[in-house]
């Protein structure tokens, strides 16, 4: 059997995460992917081991927007394929989406909106759920076993954040935005996290402005969901709140194949 690890992180910025040791960790942790969303570079402003680390190859899709959103792949494994967002202008021009197909599984890479800045990027946050859906859905008729990690920038349970009540009308807790996660599951795509821990106190973002992370005020917003037929192949999920540098912490998954993926 082979083991496969991947590994998700919204890092907040490339380069301000590669001052706090990303490389160093990255190497210490080894996963055999690593999709990070909040980029905020174009890869010619990096340099070095950012642009290609050792063992690694990388697949970058960023905004039209400089120094906002993008999305970034580094892989150990060759990808089969590799596409950068849906296909509908209105969302590829915010370098949202990687797409990677692996012999034993699609991954999707997403940084999904978030709405909180007005109505319009609610509306905007809203319209890109149901476009991903619809997106997603499609390759799942092709036959394709998917992976869908990332930034989703909502807590789905009362659970999933320390505040509920007071947070059940501020957008990444709104009843429509839950309401399309319980539509997702609804589906056929599986939280995988919940799947091993059904604890509370177990976030993935906390606010930085009032020292949130010292007391665990979070909320989990990334996630990893996974597709029913590949729901056998999952050997752990889980997230990584010791590891800093962003507002963010990292979350993981491991599956195993009969062979390399």
């Known amino acids: 059997m082979t083991e ?15 001052r706090k040791g990303f490389l160093e960790w990255l190497a210490k942790e080894s996963p055999d992917i690593l999709c ?12 070095g081991d950012l642009l290609a680390p050792p063992g690694y190859q990388v697949y970058w899709n960023y905004p ?4 906002y959103s993008g999305v970034a792949i580094f892989t150990k494994i060759k990808p089969l394929k590799v596409q950068n967002g849906f296909g509908v202008p209105v969302f590829d021009a915010e370098g949202r989406v990687i797409i990677s197909e692996y012999p034993g599984f699609t991954l999707l890479n997403v940084y999904f909106p978030n709405g909180k800045q007005n109505a319009e990027r609610l509306k905007y946050k809203l319209d890109f759920y149901e476009t991903f859906l619809e997106f997603s859905e499609a390759l799942r008729r092709g036959g394709k076993k998917l992976i869908i990690c990332g930034d989703v920038n909502t807590a789905h349970k009362e659970l999933d954040l320390t505040r509920p009540k007071e947070n ?15 539509k997702l599951i609804a589906a056929g795509y599986i939280d995988i ?37 590949l729901f056998s192949r999952v050997t752990d999920a889980y997230i990584l709140p010791e590891v800093i540098g962003s507002d963010h912490c990292p979350i993981g998954l491991k599956l195993e194949f009969n062979h390399q993926p």
């Not at 590994?7 to 995460?17: Q, T």
């Not at 990070?36 to 340099?47: G, H, I, M, R, S």
């Open 4 to 18: 496969i690890k991947i590994l998700s992180w919204n890092v907040n910025g490339i380069r301000a995460v590669a």
């Open 36 to 47: 990070l969303q909040e980029t905020k570079a174009n890869p010619e402003v990096l340099t």
């Open 64 to 67: 039209e927007r400089k120094g």
């Open 168 to 182: 059940e009308k501020i957008s990444g807790f709104l009843p429509v935005e839950r309401a399309w996660l319980d």
């Open 193 to 229: 996290f919940r799947c091993f821990h059904k604890e509370s106190g177990q976030y993935t973002w906390w606010d930085m402005k009032s020292r949130a992370r010292e007391r665990n005020v979070g909320w989990r917003i990334d996630y990893f969901f996974i597709a029913e037929n």
